[in-house]
């Protein structure tokens, strides 16, 4: 049996573990990312626009429509390099700290300053109260969470369209805020490439978030009702995930080409964070599951 690599520290382990196995990475079921598992199929999509790979990137006129989309003006929103980009911008400009721990790695962990909060909460997937206030929210899973592009709150909101549309590699993230063109200032030029911005009005044409998160919201259910029947307490919330606390069972089942989220990162040894998957991911789940060792109880 191969050796199996250590986890990130933020999930995404597939190429690592497919390498280690020696075995193709699209046979790889990766559910430590979380994404949209009802996605379109973007790779056919970008077929029809690699002649943008030829031009330079203009992000005007596609961030007015991502603008509209998600229902703010074109002045308070900027497109972005990933998510990753957008919390890098804004916490550069304006820095901020987490108001608790655990909370997403990458948000910056100042003594002071502006409070950041994700919403839906990365990794507990609870939604924010209406009581909850934050200054800067990331809401890269809330449109899966909730079926609308934001909470349309006060303060600064960086965003994800990589879990909504389930393109990781495309790097497409926004901030809005009354002042965005303060975050630019720390923006490298073209940070967003051309192929993404091509294929982007395309995706947000066949956008449709309501559906998305009820599909999200029945396969959570399917995926929390499996993982009990194995014999785990299941934590399921608002998010495209569950936890489950269940040391080692990211080891046991990369084996079989399944790869789920080690949460030691999140200072939480012995739980594992599992993306929500579509009902062949499910199935594949459960034959893992089954191959690794793991007793589903009778009755």
């Not at 190429?15 to 009802?38: E, H, K």
Request: charged share 20%.
């Amino acid at each position: 049996m191969a050796d199996i690599p250590p986890a990130g520290r933020h999930g995404g382990d597939g190429p690592r573990i497919a390498r280690a196995l020696g075995i193709d990475l699209r046979t790889i079921l990766d559910l430590s990312q979380s994404p949209n598992p009802f996605a379109p199929d973007v790779v056919s999509m970008l077929a029809g626009h690699l002649d943008s790979v030829r031009r330079y990137p203009e992000t005007a006129d596609v961030a007015r429509e991502l603008a509209d989309a998600i229902g703010v003006e074109a002045e308070r929103l900027i497109l972005t390099n990933g998510g990753s980009e957008a919390i890098s911008l804004a916490a550069r400009e304006i820095g901020g700290r987490v108001r608790s721990e655990p909370e997403f790695g990458l948000h910056p962990r100042n003594l002071a300053g502006p409070i950041w909060r994700s919403d839906p909460h990365n990794p507990s997937g609870h939604l924010a109260g209406a009581e909850e206030s934050a200054d800067v929210w990331d809401e890269a899973f809330y449109p899966l969470a909730t079926g609308r592009w934001t909470a349309g709150r006060s303060g600064v909101v960086v965003g994800s369209l990589t879990k909504v549309f389930a393109s990781p590699g495309l790097r497409l993230g926004y901030i809005i805020s009354d002042e965005v063109e303060r975050f630019t200032r720390h923006q490298p030029q073209w940070s967003v490439n051309s192929l993404a911005l091509s294929v982007l009005p395309e995706l947000l044409d066949l956008a449709d978030l309501p559906a998305w998160s009820e599909a999200v919201a029945t396969a959570r259910k399917e995926l929390s009702e499996l993982l009990s029947r194995f014999g785990f307490a299941v934590e399921a919330a608002d998010a495209p995930w569950v936890l489950v606390h269940a040391p080692g069972l990211r080891e046991r089942l990369a084996p079989y080409g399944v790869v789920v989220r080690d949460c030691s990162s999140f200072g939480m040894p012995g739980y594992t964070r599992v993306g929500v998957p579509d009902s062949d991911g499910l199935a594949r789940l459960e034959s893992a599951m089954l191959l690794s060792g793991v007793e589903a109880k009778s009755g």
